[in-house]
């Protein structure tokens, strides 16, 4: 991606702002009829952290404690050394004081104003800002939109609106809770594309709380999980979705980053090249991503996933298949569940997850340590990667 003049000042500008390794210290407990909060934790927030569990498990008030929303709340809470709550010595840093950032699902802007106008409501009240409106208008992709009353605008375009109104007052952390749930996939695509963006020039640490997973393997670089009131340290997202898989939490599926080698724009593919030893270069095909061949995206990495239940598993090489991807790998693992076993498989240092019958496992004989070959449809590799609509789509 090309960064515009105004992100580089932007970058520049919050260069400071930037904790290097940003951690965020948790001691706090908050007790409900339903649930108690109770947490003990130093988490690493560097990047986009995911916040994943089920619904009620407390991550709409972990979010809310940490935005000082809910001052019921006992403990300490630190953001990069900086203590903005201790029950011990009276301490609470009043919500606006925190520089913390809140989106929410449904964006509560003025509906009677323009964008711009909802900006600059938000902007008189921050007096030594360093980022200007113009700035923020460019980076969330609304500069076009700005005299437009928000109340004509897309689902999408209004939380755009939320996070540039949340990016103004120039926090040290921003906190998402299931911003684009109520969006299409494709939006839901573009906005997830935007904040990465914003998250890799402004270099802001983000919690992102989503129910869906795949949504956070795109976004995230590491995952915390909350269940029934605890919350679980941070580990990287590949790792937090193989611990998933191992407990028979998810629906099983592989994650992967790999870099964009190529575009097969005649063919309406793209091709991923997996990160092995030099000698064993390993391709994955999925949808075409770019319509030109020599897009920005090449030599990026792309991380995407493959639900076990889509990867077949072969014991020839699949020469004469029309699927087009075939990996060669080892079976590390079988697992036998209800009706089907979950075999992990591992191309290099890449885990794979294939789910296949247990008649199948049975009549191939498979076992731990076997070469096999794994295939997959190139439609099987979902990724929220967002492409621009072409002029003449
Ligand atoms: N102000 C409150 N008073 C009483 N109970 C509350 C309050 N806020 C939250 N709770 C309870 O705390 C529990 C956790 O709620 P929370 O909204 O944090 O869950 P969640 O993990 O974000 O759920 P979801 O994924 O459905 O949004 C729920 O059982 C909820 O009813």
């Known amino acids: 991606m090309t960064m515009s003049l105004a992100s580089k000042s932007l970058q520049h500008q919050t260069s400071d702002q930037a904790a290097a390794l940003a951690q965020l210290q948790l001691t706090l407990q908050l007790r409900f009829e339903s649930i108690t909060l109770d947490v003990e934790q130093t988490l690493g927030i560097t990047g986009i952290t995911?916040?994943?569990?089920?619904?009620g498990s407390g991550k709409s008030t972990l979010l809310r404690v940490i935005a000082g929303l809910e001052q019921r709340a006992t403990g300490q809470v630190s953001l990069s050394e900086r203590q903005l709550q201790d029950s011990d010595t009276k301490l609470f840093v009043k919500p606006e004081r925190r520089q913390v950032g809140l989106v929410f699902q449904d964006s509560?802007?003025?509906p009677h104003l323009t964008?711009?106008?909802n900006l600059a409501y938000g902007a008189k009240r921050q007096k030594h800002r360093q980022l200007s409106i113009a700035n923020i208008l460019s980076l969330t992709q609304l500069t076009a939109m700005q005299h437009q009353n928000v109340n004509q605008l897309s689902g999408g375009e209004k939380q755009r609106v939320s996070i540039a109104r949340a990016l103004l007052a120039e926090p040290k952390l921003l906190l998402l809770d299931e911003p684009f749930s109520a969006l299409d996939k494709n939006t839901k695509s573009q906005m997830l594309t935007i904040v990465k963006n914003i998250q890799q020039q402004m270099k802001l640490p983000m919690l992102y709380v989503s129910h869906s997973l795949s949504e956070l393997q795109y976004i995230a670089d590491q995952l915390v999980t909350v269940n029934a009131g605890k919350i679980s340290p941070s580990v990287t997202i590949h790792r937090a979705i193989d611990d998933l898989n191992s407990r028979?939490?998810?629906n099983p599926l592989t994650s992967i980053s790999a870099t964009v080698a190529e575009h097969l724009v005649e063919y309406g593919l793209s091709r991923l090249q997996l990160a092995t030893a030099e000698s064993l270069t390993q391709s994955i095909y999925l949808p075409l991503l770019e319509a030109q061949e020599n897009s920005p995206l090449i030599g990026?990495?792309?991380p995407c996933i493959i639900y076990a239940r889509d990867i077949s598993i072969s014991t020839t090489k699949p020469e004469h298949s029309s699927i087009v991807n075939h990996l060669s790998a080892t079976i590390t693992a079988i697992h036998y569940r209800h009706r089907h076993a979950l075999v992990t498989l591992k191309v290099a240092e890449q885990v794979f997850y294939a789910q296949i019958s247990l008649w199948s496992a049975k009549r191939m004989a498979l076992a731990v340590e076997h070469?096999?070959?794994?295939q997959f449809k190139a439609n099987a590799v979902?990724?929220?990667?967002y492409t621009e609509p072409s002029?003449?789509?």
């Open 50 to 55: 995911g916040i994943y569990g089920p619904s």
């Open 108 to 110: 509560r802007l003025f």
């Open 382 to 385: 979902h990724s929220y990667h």
């Open 371 to 374: 070469n096999v070959y794994l």
């Open 391 to 393: 002029i003449n789509a």
């Open 115 to 117: 964008v711009y106008q």
């Open 248 to 250: 028979g939490e998810i």
């Open 300 to 302: 990026q990495q792309l």
